[in-house]
T-cell receptor
């Protein structure tokens, strides 16, 4: 159990366009979802926390108008990178946690590799 | 989360036991020690958690001395597939829905044939 999927697994887009990444919890209801980004050879950096039905809480330094997060249901969260630029190229990973679960009981998706040309 | 320090990288050979030590001098009474594993181009996965002494599961063992200021993740008889980054995290890990996981730099383990 506790499977989290992401779609797409990789995407290439042109500079200036927007890209949407989906994160789904397949077999549990995720009251909280997290979005991370990871550059090559670096650690995961938390971008934002989203609770179902609430606005996302962004970490310091993350532009909320550029990285739009929608957690519209208990099984789906989306991250939209708006007006993408080459520096947004990264590995984006989501994670999900069920109601009442402690924080280490969050399950990570396989990641989405974004390349902006 | 308490600050942790772990080696940036380690190399070992197949069949060896690998021990990765994490220092957490400022660990608080209510803190737990949790380790994650991340394979290349994949999301991390939880591997083990402990509070004191020793914890063992099918993947690894975690040794925590009495003062809890450090911990050692032990991987028995590693194989090439154990090549990954291993993250040590220390915190309360509550069920508060705003409680979040912040990853440090981790230890990049490279297993050689």
């Amino acid at each position: 159990g506790a499977v989290v999927s992401q779609h797409p697994s990789w995407v290439i887009c042109k500079s200036g366009t927007s890209v949407k990444i989906e994160c789904r919890s397949l077999d549990f209801q995720a009251t909280t979802m997290f979005w991370y980004r990871q550059f090559p050879k670096q650690s995961l950096m938390l971008m934002a926390t989203s609770n179902e039905g609430s606005k996302a809480t962004y970490e310091q330094g993350v532009e909320k108008d550029k990285f739009l997060i929608n957690h519209a249901s208990l099984t789906l969260s989306t991250l939209t990178v708006t007006s993408a630029h080459p520096e947004d190229s990264s590995f984006y990973i989501c994670s999900a946690r069920g109601a009442g679960r402690v924080s280490y009981e969050q399950y990570f998706g396989p990641g989405t590799r974004l390349t902006v040309t | 989360l308490a600050k942790t320090t772990q080696p940036i990288s380690m190399d070992s050979y197949e069949g060896q036991e690998v021990n990765i030590t994490c220092s957490h001098n400022n660990i608080a009474t209510n803190d737990y020690i949790t380790w994650y594993q991340q394979f290349p181009s994949q999301g991390p996965r939880f591997i083990i958690q402990g509070y004191k002494t020793k914890v063992t599961n099918e993947v690894a063992s975690l040794f925590i001395p009495a003062d809890r200021k450090s911990s050692t993740l032990s991987l028995p008889r590693v194989s090439l597939s154990d090549t990954a980054v291993y993250y040590c995290l220390v915190g309360v890990f509550s069920s508060n829905r705003d409680d979040k996981i912040i990853f440090g730099k981790g230890t990049r383990l490279h297993i050689l044939p």
